[in-house]
């Protein structure tokens, strides 16, 4: 059925708008949480490097991917697939894209929570004023709670409502005033994390590769965390380009987008390495480096509770930013496909995306016990869409741009019908075809522990 909500139908205005909105979906935890202790735990320089090249090697023709899907349709992504291939069943990758963005802002909401209850706690100087040996016991009693993750759950989903119910326009006024803010304090605390005692040592180890370090382990690291990052298989950025108008740059766009993404992610580590080294904490600190770790750096600073609201405003922005784009998945599918007004369809997903975020917070405490195949609910939808369902859409996004679509249509959407000349788009179509989809099925065994 035919969405007659024309607000849900509204181009972003302006290619700033574009580039923020998808900057921001793109940007995230696993740019400013993921990467640092992800880079500690392989080598630093080496994994930078190496996460560099598959980037532009492989992120980039996917991210064009999903664009090309999504403008030349203007559609969710299941009727992105169905109108590109109607006597297909390649729909049926658009239907698990949606189900990922669910079980994605599931988890991810309850980790966003966490992110607020921490600003919170840095505004009362109630963080930095805390003993280091407590920091750990804290973050566990929290976490382990009932009514606090699930209050600062309510106000995280209840800001996504308040911009998502805007429709497009809305999306774009807002990241464009959240994305420069996140780039300004990603930039103060460079600046105060370059001024530290060891800072030298910290970039280092961040910019100067140790080729000794680069294994088979970390490489295939290295890909997930590129492909991860873009936010690619579960179709944000499809979504996001049945808003572009007919002007935009398709390929410039997706390489730009790319580049201010990884630029996040170098920016994340060069804030970090400095800290962790002048602190005397092991880079290796892993997922605990941000609710653990850094709020003791944090306390050794002068006007501790400052940087450190700072810091956790930027993880709360970058959250923000991602989940809008997952939201939008859903709630333009019920749209396009139930014919939904935008309130209701945006209330309906909100209600029911809240309620599993809800499971998966409990699933530290109260429901600790209920696990499904030994996982918790958190763990479960963690682990179904981030190691099988992203890797087999992107794998299969790849494979129906190159392979399944009208050669014409991928060519007149990435030259925007002749008028412009992109250079590399017989590179772009030759990697979606044997690049990507290889490289993608290498990420997928790993996560299932076959490699």
């Given at each position: 059925?035919?969405?007659?909500?024309?607000?849900?139908?509204?181009?972003?205005?302006?290619?700033?708008?574009?580039?923020?909105?998808?900057?921001?979906?793109?940007?995230?935890?696993?740019?400013?949480?993921?990467?640092?202790?992800?880079?500690?735990?392989?080598?630093?320089?080496?994994?930078?490097?190496?996460?560099?090249?598959?980037?532009?090697?492989?992120?980039?023709?996917?991210?064009?991917?999903?664009?090309?899907m999504g403008r030349a349709t203007r559609s969710d992504v299941s009727g992105a697939y169905h109108i590109l291939s109607p006597r297909g069943k390649w729909w049926i990758m658009g239907y698990l894209g949606i189900l990922g963005a669910v079980m994605i802002i599931g988890f991810y909401t309850v980790v966003s929570g966490w992110t607020l209850e921490y600003f919170f706690q840095s505004i009362t100087g109630e963080l930095t004023s805390a003993a280091s040996s407590d920091l750990h016991a804290r973050f566990g009693t929290f976490i382990s709670g009932t009514w606090r993750p699930v209050l600062w759950i309510l106000v995280f989903m209840g800001l996504n409502y308040l911009i998502l119910i805007k429709g497009a326009s809305g999306i774009e006024r807002v990241s464009n005033v959240l994305m420069p803010l996140l780039f300004l304090i990603l930039i103060v605390f460079c600046i105060n994390s370059l001024m530290l005692p060891k800072a030298k040592t910290g970039l280092q180890f961040l910019l100067t590769p140790d080729f000794s370090a680069i294994t088979p382990r970390m490489l295939l690291s290295a890909l997930g965390q590129s492909f991860f990052s873009l936010s690619l298989g579960i179709g944000c950025m499809t979504t996001y380009a049945s808003y572009f108008s007919d002007k935009i740059h398709l390929g410039r766009d997706a390489a730009i987008m790319a580049i201010l993404d990884t630029t996040v992610a170098t920016l994340a580590g060069i804030i970090i390495f400095p800290a962790v080294f002048t602190y005397g904490f092991s880079p290796t600190a892993g997922p605990t480096l941000v609710f653990e770790v850094f709020p003791e750096i944090f306390a050794n600073f002068t006007g501790g509770a400052v940087w450190s609201t700072l810091f956790f405003a930027l993880l709360g922005i970058a959250s923000l930013t991602s989940t809008i784009s997952m939201h939008e998945i859903v709630i333009k599918f019920l749209t396009e496909k139930t014919g939904m007004n935008r309130r209701n369809a945006t209330s309906l997903e909100i209600v029911s995306t809240t309620m599993l975020a809800v499971l998966c917070a409990l699933s530290f405490g109260k429901l600790q016990d209920i696990t499904i195949a030994g996982l918790t609910f958190f763990n479960l939808f963690d682990y179904l869409a981030s190691n099988v369902i992203m890797p087999l859409g992107g794998m299969f996004c790849s494979i129906f741009v190159g392979w399944i679509v009208e050669k014409k249509i991928v060519r007149d959407q990435l030259t925007n019908h002749g008028k412009i000349r992109i250079g590399f788009y017989r590179y772009i179509?030759?990697?979606?075809?044997?690049?990507?989809?290889?490289?993608?099925?290498?990420?997928?065994?790993?996560s299932l522990g076959i490699i």
């Open positions: 059925m035919a969405n007659n909500d024309l607000s849900s139908r509204r181009l972003f205005a302006t290619r700033l708008g574009v580039l923020a909105t998808t900057v921001g979906s793109s940007v995230g935890l696993g740019n400013i949480w993921r990467f640092p202790y992800e880079a500690g735990s392989h080598g630093g320089g080496a994994f930078l490097l190496c996460y560099l090249i598959f980037t532009f090697l492989i992120g980039i023709p996917v991210v064009s991917s999903e664009f090309v179509v030759f990697s979606l075809r044997y690049i990507a989809p290889v490289a993608i099925f290498l990420i997928f065994l790993n």
